[in-house]
């Protein structure tokens, strides 16, 4: 089994909106934790077949409606260069990287491009704020 981590699941994620053409997303309100819920849902189902080992979960805070580790994944992809929160409050990702960049990762990443595809689709299902495209 290979392990794959919550920054494998959030670059995988990330490369697969920008190779779809997304250029970032808002992190403004709880909407983006709570639709990595159902796109968490989508990978652990379909891991056993991937022969992946998840070794971490997705717990939405009943106070505050995000997670801690969504949030600590998000300040590794920043410091791994793969992101940018460029506003004062940090409430917008911008993907640092292009289509054929985003095709690379996808390639290389635990899981493999068809995973993510599926994983992005179900984020999209659930994300409530409109994304910002090219």
């Not at 379909?46 to 992946?52: E, S, V």
């Not at 995973?115 to 992005?120: E, P, S, T, V």
Request: net charge negative.
């Amino acid at each position: 089994m290979t392990r794959l981590t919550v920054d494998d699941f959030l670059t995988g994620l990330f490369a697969a909106l920008s190779s779809t053409g997304w250029i970032g997303l808002s992190i403004r309100d709880e909407s983006f934790d709570k639709g990595l819920v159902p796109a968490f849902d989508k990978l652990v189902q379909l891991a056993p077949d991937k022969k992946l080992n998840i070794n971490f979960r997705i717990r939405l805070s009943r106070f505050h409606g995000d997670s801690i580790t969504v949030r600590d994944a998000i300040y590794s992809a920043a410091q791994r260069g793969l992101i940018s929160l460029d506003n004062p409050e940090y409430q917008y990702i911008r993907f640092l990287f292009g289509h054929e960049q985003a095709e690379d990762i996808l390639q290389g990443i635990p899981g493999g491009k068809a995973l993510f595809q599926d994983i992005a689709k179900e984020f999209i299902n659930s994300y409530e704020v409109v994304p910002v495209a090219n």
